[in-house]
């Protein structure tokens, strides 16, 4: 019977049978809505192991129990509670990001049997690296003083959205440049010749609310840029007698490899002269 519902119900509080009615009253006509209690969004990393609670401390007279659910797009999972008051539990939770978004938090929210209620807390969205990432040179040589272009491209964006911030050596080749949703990002740049054997190297970092979440280096292959010969003569040389054996050094840098071939001008006549072995 209802009195003997309520009479069992003051004996567990330890009031008395009248204040408890009045509690009893009180507890039918307002169900318990829980605080969710969650870490910062800036912990919830793919891998990492986070802690949550629910409580009805502020809001339940009465000794108030949580079952809760993981839901995500693979379907419920059910939760063990690893710590319980009498208004709250606490849980551990495994952050996947194949949960998909959002996963939920959902829970029967259980007033001493008087006051059954569910409720659902959307969880934050899964933190998670960049993954496959590239350099993508584009097709074709690298000519010194051209303008070329490449891209760094992803298998899998990650998220939240990186910023992708390039460099050869130490030179910054431009102004940073937030991923597209396919996590890429496209690139032009002039090669020179002091780029050649040289890499491209692209920090891709992510950040959340203004904290670095995630930060990870990627280096093309070395770059092969052609460039022009420049030679470099002699500056003296020393003056030889008739029969003497005359020899100098012509250096030549250029890419690919240059060969030399020098003629001997005879002085005053134009037509006049040999090559030089």
């Known amino acids: 019977?209802?009195?003997?519902?309520?009479?069992?119900?003051?004996?567990?509080?330890?009031?008395?049978?009248?204040?408890?009615?009045?509690?009893?009253?009180?507890v039918e006509n307002v169900p318990?809505?829980?605080?969710?209690?969650?870490?910062?969004?800036?912990?919830?990393?793919?891998?990492h192991s986070v802690s949550v609670a629910v409580d009805s401390t502020t809001d339940s007279p009465v000794p108030t129990s949580h079952r809760c659910l993981l839901e995500t797009r693979d379907g419920n999972r059910s939760l063990n509670a690893t710590q319980v008051t009498n208004k709250s539990s606490k849980f551990e939770l495994d952050?996947?990001?194949h949960w998909g978004s959002p996963a939920s938090l959902v829970c029967l929210v259980n007033q001493s049997g008087l006051i059954q209620t569910w409720t659902r807390h959307r969880l934050p969205k899964v933190l998670y690296k960049a993954e496959g990432l590239a350099i993508r040179i584009s097709s074709g040589d690298l000519v010194s003083d051209e303008e070329a272009s490449?891209?760094?491209?992803?298998?899998?964006?990650?998220?939240?959205?990186?910023?992708?911030?390039?460099?050869?050596?130490?030179?910054s080749l431009g102004e940073d440049k937030t991923a597209?949703?396919?996590?890429?990002?496209?690139?032009?740049?002039?090669?020179q010749r002091g780029h050649n054997g040289e890499q491209i190297r692209c920090d891709v970092v992510q950040k959340l609310s203004g904290s670095l979440i995630f930060s990870q280096t990627v280096n093309s292959s070395n770059l092969e840029v052609k460039y022009k010969a420049t030679v470099t003569w002699p500056r003296n040389i020393a003056p030889k007698k008739e029969g003497e054996a005359l020899s100098f050094v012509v250096l030549a840098d250029g890419n690919p490899e240059p060969s030399s071939q020098c003629w001997l001008q005879l002085a005053g006549l134009a037509d006049a002269?040999?090559?030089?072995t």
């Open 32 to 47: 318990s809505k829980p605080e969710f209690l969650l870490p910062p969004i800036t912990d919830w990393k793919d891998g």
């Open 1 to 26: 019977s209802t009195d003997s519902t309520l009479a069992h119900t003051c004996k567990q509080l330890g009031k008395r049978y009248s204040a408890c009615r009045l509690s009893v009253k009180a």
């Open 180 to 191: 597209e949703s396919d996590g890429s990002s496209h690139w032009r740049f002039t090669p």
């Open 150 to 171: 490449f891209s760094v491209t992803a298998s899998d964006s990650g998220y939240p959205a990186a910023l992708h911030q390039c460099r050869i050596e130490s030179k």
């Open 273 to 276: 002269g040999f090559w030089l």
């Open 95 to 97: 952050v996947d990001r």
